[in-house]
């Protein structure tokens, strides 16, 4: 079983549209890292979490530690949003263990 | 906004022969990684380092891998005699306490 799952795998929205993206961990961790994959395959951090909830622009990411669980939320989804979304998780090291990721296609 | 910069941005290397794959960290930075990704697979951690020396490794990261940070800015992985296996996209990262994660851009290197 991977320590760190992530739903759905696969989605598909239209410009506009609300998106949530679920990750759950089965490990204890330090931190919780959303990050952003272009099909260039660079990878950009968009959020570490360790509590609450964080926002920057249209993005939101929470964290409830109780549940072991973080969702990323994307507020009027834009075509330039396409990506793959990876949820990582720092443990007591601090290497972190990679999701397998969402691949997100925003439609016009 | 300070990068990590990896080089080359591509490699192609026959079997059997060593590849040097370089970075260079953001300047005030305590901790550095490798991690690669296999085309169509998540990512997985190879290594980590601290003061100079590893601080942890996964079991991918057996005796053909070696890193090194020479000269205090650069940090290179080596693997010294290629597989086909090896072939995957390699990321370098740098990190400090508190903080969160900076990648590089990626180097993906083709075993032939």
């Known amino acids: 079983k991977n320590e760190v799952e992530q739903s759905p795998q696969n989605l598909t929205a239209q410009e506009g549209e609300f998106i949530t993206i679920n990750c759950s961990y089965s490990v204890g961790i330090s931190a919780l890292h959303w990050l952003q994959q272009h099909p260039g395959g660079g990878i950009v951090s968009l959020f570490m979490l360790s509590s609450g909830k964080k926002k920057h622009g249209r993005l939101i990411a929470t964290i409830n530690i109780q549940e072991k669980h973080s969702s990323l939320h994307i507020t009027a989804s834009h075509p330039r949003d396409s990506a793959v979304y990876i949820c990582?998780?720092?443990?007591?090291?601090?290497?972190?263990?990679f999701g397998t990721g969402t691949l997100l296609a925003v439609q016009p | 906004e300070p990068e990590v910069t990896q080089t080359p941005s591509h490699q192609v290397t026959q079997m059997g022969q060593e590849v040097i794959l370089r970075c260079v960290p953001i300047?005030?930075?305590?901790?550095f990684y490798w991690y690669r990704q296999i085309l169509g697979q998540k990512v997985e951690f190879l290594v980590s380092?601290?003061?100079?020396?590893?601080?942890?490794k996964s079991e991918i990261f057996d005796d053909q891998f070696s890193v090194e940070r020479p000269d205090g800015s650069n940090f290179t992985l080596k693997i010294r005699s290629t597989k086909l296996e090896d072939s995957a996209m390699y990321f370098c990262?740098?990190?400090?306490?508190?903080?969160?994660?900076?990648f590089g851009s990626g180097t993906r290197l083709t075993v032939v």
């Open positions: 380092f601290y003061n100079n020396e590893i601080s942890e």
């Open positions: 300047s005030n930075h305590l901790y």
């Open positions: 990262a740098s990190s400090r306490p508190g903080w969160g994660y900076t």
């Open positions: 990582a998780v720092r443990g007591a090291t601090n290497k972190l263990i």
